[in-house]
C-alpha cells in the first residue's frame, strides 16, 4: 500500500508503542485461543440490519482505506475485525438513534467546533445523507459509484470529505457538512477497531493482540513491582474470550 | 412436668383459663421478639411473598414438602387459642395443641432446652407483639407412611429428649449462655450436623463428636462449627472475634456468607447482641475440631503450597486453562495469594465452601454469584457477579479444579457433568446476566 503513507505511519505507531507496552506473546506454549460462546460472524456473511445494500457497499470500501487489512500486509484491518458489523450494530442503539442527545434547535453550521455538533441529524441520518451525497458526489466527479473507485481515488474523496473540499450544500445537503459526516465515520471506525468484540467488531481482540493491550481483566496489582519483565498474557474480552 | 409452667402463669397471669389476659410488660414482649430472632423463627413460618410468620413456606424433606404453619396470634388459623402450656408442648416437645405430633421439620428437639422464662417470653411476644393473619397455609400431605403422624412419636422416643438446660460447671457463664443458644433456639445442627438414617441430627449436644460436625444440604456442605484447633481450614482458622463478626455482618477477615447461612444471618443472628454472639463464638471453639486425617499436611507445608500457587500465578507463565481463567475472571477481588480482602472478598484459601467434599456450593457461587445480607453494622451488599453467562461447563470445571487445588487447599477435581448438574438447577440468576452493550452505561454515555 505505497498510497497509503499515513496509514501505513500511523500503523507503524501503534507497533512502535506497543514495544513499550508489554507486548502479547504466549511464551508459555500453552494454547489458550478461546472458543467465544456465539462464534463472530464472518463479515462476507453478515445481513445488515440497518444500512441498505448501496450503503453496506460504501462503507466496506470505506472502512477498507481507513484501517487497511492483511490484504494490505500491515496487521489486521477493519475489515479482518467485523468493525461494519460494528457500525450496523451502533446505528441501532441508543447512540444510533441519539436517544440521549440534545437535539433541538439553534443549529449554526458556522459554530465554533467547541460547540459540538451543529445539524439536526441523529448518527442514523448522518450516515444515510453523508453515504447518499457521497455517492452523488462520487457519480458526478467520476461516473462510479464509491466502492468502484480505486483506492486512491477513494482516499482523494475521503480527505475531500474530511477537509470539507467536497461541498455538500452544493449537492443539496444544507444542514451538514462533509467532514461532519467524516468525523462520525472515522471516530466510529476507530471505536469498532478497538473496542471489546461485545460489541461487533474487534473480531477475536485482533487489535488488541496487535497494539498489546491485555482487555478486560481488570487485574495488574501483581504487576506494579514487576519490572523490565514482558508481560506474558494475551487479552481478555468482556464475554471471557481469551487470546 | 406442670410446675415448670405454673410458676410463669402464675406470677404473670390473673386467669389461668383465659389467654392472653396477663398483661405482660412491653420488656418481656421485646425479650420474646429477640428470642423469636435467635430462633429465626421467621425464616421458616413466613412464605417469600406472604405476612411474618404466617406459614406457607415448602420446605422440602426426604419425604416430601413440609408446609410450615401459621403463628400468629390468628385464634381460627394461627396459635391464638393455644395456652401457655400447649406453646410450650409444641416448642419442645413437637406437639400440637390437639395432641397431634408435628413434623420434626420444627426443631422442637433443639427448642427442648429452652427456660421456662424464655418460653414465657416467647409465647409474650408471639401473642401480643405479633400481628395476627387470618390466612391458612397449604397442608401438608405427605405420602405413606409419613402421613401418619402418630409414627413421629417413636422417632421422638428415639431421637429426640426434651432436656431442660443445665449449665456445665466446666465453661464460664459466657460460654455457657452461647451453648444455650447454639444447641437450643440457634438451632445450628439443624443444619451443620450429620443426620442419621432416620432423618435425626446425629448429636443434639457438644458432647459427642458428630455435634455441628459439618453436613450436606441439598447439595450445599453446611461446614463444621467445631471451631477448636484443627487443621486450620474454615472455622478453625477464626478466632472469637472473626466468628462474631461474621454472624453480624455475614462478612469477616475470612469468609462471606453464601447460600442458606445469607438468610439466617439477614433475620437471625445480625440481630443478636455482641455479648451473646461473644458466647456463641466461645462456644463453639470449645468445641474440639473434627479430627484431622493422617495425611493432612503440616501448617509450613500448607504455607509452602499457598506461596508457590501464588508466585506461579503472578509469573503469569506455562499456566493450565485453570490458572488463566482464575487470573482472568477471579484474581482482581480474590487475589492470586487467594486471600481476599478482610471483610469484602472472602479467602478461597482455606475457605471450608472451596474445599468441601461435594462442590456443588463452590459451582453454584462461580454459576449465579453470592449477595451478602444488609445489616444494620454493614448495611452494602457488594455482590460477587455470577459467571453463568461467561463461562462454559468445561470452564467452571477447570476453573474450580484450579481452585480447589491452589494454595493450601486439598479438595477433588469438579468435572463437567457436575457443573451442568448445577447448572440445570438454578433459577433465575439477577447477578450473572450478560452485560447489554446497550444498556444503560450506553444511554448515559451520550454518544461520541
Redesign the interface.
Known amino acids: 500500500m505505497a498510497s497509503q503513507p499515513d496509514n501505513m505511519s500511523r500503523r507503524a505507531f501503534l507497533r512502535g508503542s506497543a514495544t513499550l507496552i508489554p507486548t502479547v506473546g504466549l511464551?508459555?506454549?500453552?494454547s489458550?485461543t478461546a472458543?467465544a460462546?456465539e462464534p463472530a460472524p464472518n463479515l462476507s456473511e453478515y445481513q445488515p440490519v440497518f444500512f441498505g445494500e448501496d450503503e453496506w457497499s460504501f462503507l466496506l470500501a470505506a472502512c477498507d482505506r481507513l484501517i487497511p487489512g492483511e490484504h494490505a500486509g500491515s496487521g489486521p484491518g477493519a475489515l479482518d475485525t467485523n468493525v461494519p458489523i460494528f457500525l450496523d450494530?451502533q446505528m441501532?442503539?441508543?447512540?444510533g438513534h441519539?436517544?440521549?442527545?440534545y437535539m433541538e434547535g439553534p443549529f449554526d453550521l458556522d459554530g465554533s467546533p467547541d460547540l459540538g455538533f451543529q445539524y439536526p441529524y441523529s448518527?442514523r441520518e448522518v450516515y444515510q445523507k453523508g453515504i447518499a451525497m457521497t455517492q452523488q458526489y462520487c457519480r458526478q466527479e467520476h461516473g462510479k459509484r464509491f466502492e468502484q473507485l480505486d483506492g486512491d481515488t477513494q482516499d482523494a474523496v475521503l480527505k475531500g470529505l474530511e477537509a470539507n473540499d467536497i461541498n455538500f450544500a452544493s449537492l443539496g445537503e444544507r444542514q451538514m457538512q462533509a467532514s461532519d459526516f467524516f468525523s462520525?465515520l472515522l471516530?466510529?471506525t476507530k471505536e469498532g477497531y478497538l473496542s471489546d468484540p461485545?460489541?461487533?467488531g474487534n473480531k477475536h481482540m485482533a487489535a488488541w493482540k496487535m497494539v498489546g493491550f491485555p482487555g478486560a481483566?481488570?487485574?495488574y496489582?501483581?504487576w506494579v513491582d514487576?519490572h523490565d519483565v514482558e508481560?506474558?498474557?494475551g487479552p481478555?474480552s468482556?464475554?471471557?474470550e481469551?487470546g | 412436668m406442670t410446675a415448670r409452667y405454673l410458676i410463669p402463669l402464675l406470677a404473670g397471669s390473673t386467669l389461668l383459663s383465659s389467654m392472653p389476659a396477663f398483661a405482660d410488660t412491653d420488656d418481656i414482649v421485646k425479650r420474646g421478639a429477640y428470642l423469636a430472632r435467635a430462633g429465626d423463627c421467621v425464616a421458616c413460618h413466613s412464605s417469600p411473598q406472604g405476612k411474618p410468620f404466617a406459614g406457607g413456606l415448602g420446605i422440602e424433606s426426604p419425604f416430601g414438602t413440609i408446609y410450615s404453619t401459621n403463628i400468629t396470634p390468628d385464634k381460627e388459623n394461627g396459635i391464638g387459642s393455644y395456652t401457655e402450656e400447649q406453646f410450650a408442648a409444641a416448642l419442645r416437645e413437637g406437639k400440637r395443641a390437639d395432641g397431634a405430633n408435628l413434623y420434626p421439620a420444627m426443631p422442637y428437639p433443639s427448642y427442648a432446652n429452652l427456660t421456662d422464662e424464655d418460653v414465657h417470653a416467647l409465647y409474650a411476644y408471639f401473642m401480643q407483639g405479633v400481628e395476627p393473619v387470618a390466612s391458612q397455609p397449604p397442608k401438608t400431605s405427605l405420602g405413606f407412611p409419613f402421613n401418619q403422624r402418630w409414627g413421629i412419636s417413636a422417632w421422638n422416643w428415639l431421637f429426640a429428649d426434651a432436656e431442660p438446660f443445665t449449665p456445665q460447671a466446666s465453661h464460664d457463664e459466657l460460654t455457657e449462655r452461647g451453648r444455650y443458644l447454639v444447641e437450643g433456639l440457634g438451632h445450628c445442627g439443624s443444619c451443620h450436623t450429620p443426620r442419621g438414617i432416620a432423618q435425626q441430627e446425629k448429636a443434639l449436644g457438644g458432647d459427642s463428636e458428630a455435634y455441628l460436625a459439618g453436613a450436606n444440604l441439598n447439595g450445599w456442605w453446611a461446614p463444621s462449627l467445631r471451631a477448636g484447633d484443627g487443621d486450620g481450614q474454615g472455622i478453625e482458622s477464626w478466632d472469637t472475634q472473626a466468628i462474631v463478626d461474621y454472624l453480624e455482618t455475614g462478612r469477616n477477615v475470612h469468609a462471606t456468607v453464601g447460600g442458606e447461612m445469607t438468610s439466617v444471618i439477614a433475620h437471625s443472628t445480625s440481630y443478636l447482641s455482641e455479648r451473646d454472639l461473644m458466647g456463641i463464638a466461645q462456644y463453639l471453639k470449645s468445641l474440639p475440631a473434627n479430627p484431622t486425617s493422617d495425611d493432612a499436611a503440616s501448617t509450613e507445608a500448607r504455607e509452602q503450597s499457598t506461596d508457590e500457587t501464588a508466585a506461579h500465578?503472578?509469573?503469569?507463565?506455562?499456566?493450565?486453562?485453570g490458572e488463566?481463567l482464575y487470573?482472568?475472571?477471579c484474581?482482581?477481588c480474590h487475589?492470586?495469594a487467594g486471600e481476599g480482602a478482610d471483610r469484602v472478598f472472602p479467602q478461597l484459601d482455606g475457605n471450608s465452601l472451596t474445599n468441601a467434599e461435594n462442590p456443588a456450593g463452590l459451582i453454584h457461587t462461580m454459576l449465579a454469584g453470592a449477595r451478602p445480607p444488609a445489616t444494620s453494622k454493614i448495611p452494602a451488599q457488594l455482590p460477587m457477579p455470577g459467571?453463568s453467562w461467561?463461562?462454559?461447563d468445561e470452564?467452571i470445571a477447570s476453573l474450580a479444579t484450579f481452585v480447589r487445588g491452589a494454595w493450601s487447599n486439598d479438595a477433588g477435581p469438579v468435572t463437567a457433568e457436575q457443573v451442568a448438574e448445577v447448572r440445570d438447577s438454578l433459577g433465575d440468576t439477577p447477578l450473572s446476566r450478560?452485560?447489554d452493550?446497550?444498556g444503560s452505561l450506553?444511554?448515559?454515555?451520550?454518544?461520541?
Open positions: 511464551a508459555g506454549g500453552i489458550l472458543q460462546d450494530r441501532d442503539s441508543p447512540y441519539a436517544e440521549r442527545w448518527p462520525h471516530e466510529n461485545i460489541h461487533g481483566r481488570a487485574s496489582r501483581d514487576q508481560y506474558p498474557l481478555v468482556l464475554n471471557g481469551r | 500465578l503472578t509469573a503469569a507463565k506455562n499456566l493450565s486453562k488463566r487470573i482472568d475472571n484474581a482482581a487475589f492470586n459467571f461467561r463461562l462454559s470452564e450478560a452485560p452493550p446497550n450506553n444511554h448515559e454515555d451520550g454518544g461520541q
